[in-house]
């Protein structure tokens, strides 16, 4: 009853804020002197392109309309290219920061910047910093503008991988671990100091595949030879004046100056004002397009978030949201957005059974985010098309799982263990104990199970020789673009190509998108916690995980250094993960691509 009384409360209390925030803007509104002025000339669109910028909409406002709320990455990229479209925009004008932005989708973000100047209409972009994927992606505009004292940071790519084995040596910590494809090296941070040959293979060719891209996407850009682009890489012009004098750039400016530049007759439409329209414009159609979001490891349960800010996605969250989308005569199609490094091979067997009883009924594409590999590449391979871009990380095809025997940090607390079994295997998954040469088998032996069952239904699903499919498996994680040489995808592109196609197989024109989860405002957001009894297969958690990391709280997390927070983060997923049947399709844990 208690609760109950605190929810009604809630929800009569955000009721009241919501209504006094529409007086205060009902008020300003009456204040405005006569109707706004309309320009009969054509507007630039301003954009700005900085911070964190979500893949999935999420549950993140307050008072906000959904209308108003910060972009997704895909929403920009849209965004843009319907600007492209429109007569009364004659420009783009972006206004570049720092992001949180992927590889796939800074690719996203630059494909449509290069299709708005194919339609005929600039570009001019504004910094006052570049690194390497900044600098990628405003190497797609025609004219790039550096702040006078700004920051050039573009300094090639490097990978970085963390190895725990002398740390869990000193603390009396023994990791068993087995793994099914030679280049899974997803285990290898928790049992050495050091990759192993097969590992390196294949972060070599990952990121000689990725160098290739940058170097190529800077090239075209800038209109100068690959030699050229390469040699700003290798030997890289670190103040504005080197960076101008190279041709990296084509102005010093500051932002007034920038602006100015666009012509003393020239509006500018805003990006909140522009977006409103847009989202709109996009829900209408007599027929929808579902876009279901799958972002972070996935695990059995409800998606959630965790302590570290870390996404998950719960399997019955998933199934549940196919199985709408399936049954509404609404929806014409579905694309499922793909963005997650793998997770739980129970979960994501669970969500490819219902992706193929979707597309049995009406067509699934797939768009492919930065991740979609092991898991996140389990999820996708039953689709009738599958899109994925340049910089996307996929593949991984390939099963691992164990534990870690935590019996020498008892012991240092002075606890003495006692174990009693019966049964030869009765003590396989103790978190007290290593595994046995037998146990080690017949573990050894479960993985090898599932890993059939993984390259199977992934030779089915790409219409390819199980041997094929094998060759280019075993773990090994490949870009978009190998992958499409693979035969793993079907095409590069982003999610608004697989949109279209969805569409097309659908035989639908007029259609609307429906994005899945909704964005909801707080008003939304309690009148939904009020409603929910706590076992709604949709609820989004955001309770901390149920881990031996539960109990250390948020503010203690932000003081440590960033590698220990990346660290724990990582310990918390594996754990999450393995929490389930002990068989995780997963991308190594610590790949930390800059």
Known sequence: ?????????????????????????????????????LS??????????AGSLGESPGSEALLVDPVDMPPLVTELSRSIRDAAADDEIAGLYLKLGATNLGWANTDELR????????????????????????????????????????????TGLAT??????????????????????????????????????????????????????????????RKVERSVAEGWLNDPPITPDAALAAGMVDHLSYADEAKASLGDDVDTRGQKAWLRDRRQAWKSGAKKVAVIYTEGAII????????????????RTVVSQLRKARKDDDVAAVVLRVSSPGGSGSASDAIWREVVRTRDEKPVVVSMGDYAASGGYYISMAANHIYAEPGTLTGSIGVFGGKMNLAGVYQDFGVHLHTDQRGDYANLLSGTSDFSEAERVKFKAFLAGFYDIFITKAAEGRDMDKEALHAVAQGRVWTGAQALDKGLVDELGGLDDAIAKAASLASVEDYGIQRIPERKGLIDQ?????????????????ALPDSALAGVAAAQLSALPAGARTSLAGLSRLERVLGGNGVAAMLPGDLDLQ
């Not at 059995?300 to 399997?315: E, K, L, N, P």
């Not at 309690?526 to 989004?540: A, Q, Y």
């Open 1 to 37: 009853m208690a609760r109950s009384q605190t929810r009604l409360l809630l929800v009569v209390t955000a009721i009241g804020l919501a209504i006094a925030a529409a007086s205060v803007v009902a008020v300003v509104l009456l204040m405005q002197s006569g109707p706004p002025t």
């Open 40 to 49: 009969d000339e054509p507007e630039w669109l301003e954009l700005r392109i």
């Open 111 to 154: 494909r449509a910047i290069l299709d708005f100047q194919a339609a005929g209409k600039p570009c001019v972009a504004w910094t006052e910093q570049l690194t390497t994927k900044d600098y990628l992606l405003a190497s797609a505009c025609e004219t790039v503008h550096l702040a006078p004292a700004g920051a050039v940071l573009v």
């Open 160 to 221: 970085t991988r963390m190895y725990y084995a002398e740390t869990f040596e000193r603390y009396g910590v023994s990791a068993n671990f087995e793994h099914v494809g030679d280049f899974k090296s997803a285990v290898e941070p928790y049992e050495r100091t050091g990759p192993s040959p097969a590992a390196q293979e294949a972060n070599d060719f990952l990121l000689d595949g990725l160098y290739g891209v940058l170097v190529d996407g800077i090239a075209e850009g």
């Open 300 to 315: 059995d349960g409800s998606s959630s978030q965790d302590m570290f800010g870390s996404r998950y996605i719960g399997h």
């Open 526 to 542: 309690l009148m939904e916690e009020l409603g929910n009894t706590g076992d709604d297969e949709e609820s989004v958690q955001s």
